[in-house]
């Protein structure tokens, strides 16, 4: 079975790369315990994959990161972790059960003084930004796949040229290829890609991503 290979090489890479004796790595994994236990869905974005948004981060060399999609935080431990000491990132959660998870999580790692999270739906925290003249380095895009087309026209507003603008569940065990689909995350995530084929503002590709999160996918690009 493909799913179970993926899950193995998966593990494989985790423990190769990821040592549960490294205390930065124990607070990760603190973060998934607590969201368990929390009940949230687990659908954090996976060791790995975690890694990967740090370590592009840090190649963007982010000073101000804005996240969409907080859950209990585990991405945004990732992503804080990139950032200088006088960095900052914000992160925009529609659940209030959520985003009291996250802010235990995040200040648990160590990560609370960089945090500005803020807690309602997304399309209005976005407007609120773009009035304080808010400008980001770094974008992750991992809410509510409906509205992905929104957001990454509001990402283009509040991202400097130069910045990276990131994408979470871009293939959806490759459902996005349902045409015919009535599904909003799918129909989002097709016009999505439409808007993403057609905008001269941002130079992006999708990458497949196999794993213990099973198939899905990652679109990820650069303002110009
Ligand atoms: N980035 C997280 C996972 C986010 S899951 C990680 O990898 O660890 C998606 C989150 O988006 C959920 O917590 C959900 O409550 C939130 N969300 C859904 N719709 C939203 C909206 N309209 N505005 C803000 N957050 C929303
Ligand atoms: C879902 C959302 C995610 O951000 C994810 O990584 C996986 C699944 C979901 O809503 O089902
Ligand atoms: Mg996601």
Do not use: C
């Not at 960095?87 to 995040?106: C, D, K, Y």
């Not at 409906?146 to 979470?168: E, F, H, M, S, T």
């Not at 569940?169 to 993403?196: C, E, M, Q, W, Y």
């Amino acid at each position: 079975m493909a799913g179970e290979d993926w899950s193995e090489v998966d593990a494989y890479i985790v423990e190769k790369l990821l040592s549960p004796d490294d205390p930065l790595n124990q607070a990760l994994d603190a973060a998934l315990a607590r969201n368990r236990q929390a009940g949230l869905p687990a659908i954090d974005v996976s060791p790995a994959q975690g890694k990967l948004l740090h370590l592009l981060a840090r190649l963007a060399g982010a000073r101000k990161i804005l996240e969409i999609g907080t859950l209990g935080g585990y991405s945004t431990i990732w992503l804080a972790r990139a950032l200088p000491d006088d960095g900052r990132i914000v992160t925009l959660e529609f659940s209030p059960v959520h985003a009291a998870v996250a802010r235990e999580n995040i200040f648990a790692a160590g990560q609370g003084g960089k945090l500005d999270l803020r807690i309602g739906p997304a399309l209005e925290a976005l407007p609120a930004l773009e009035r304080e003249g808010a400008v980001f380095d770094f974008i992750f895009i991992d809410a509510d796949k409906a509205n992905n087309p929104a957001y990454l026209q509001w990402a283009l507003r509040l991202a400097r040229v130069g910045a990276v603008i990131v994408v979470d569940n871009v293939v959806r065990g490759g459902r996005v290829l349902d045409a015919a689909s009535a599904d909003p995350d799918i129909v989002g995530t097709r016009k999505f890609f439409d808007l993403a084929g057609s905008e001269k503002r941002w130079t992006a590709t999708a990458i497949q991503t196999v794993g213990m999160k099973g198939w899905d996918g990652l679109g990820i690009g650069i303002v110009e």
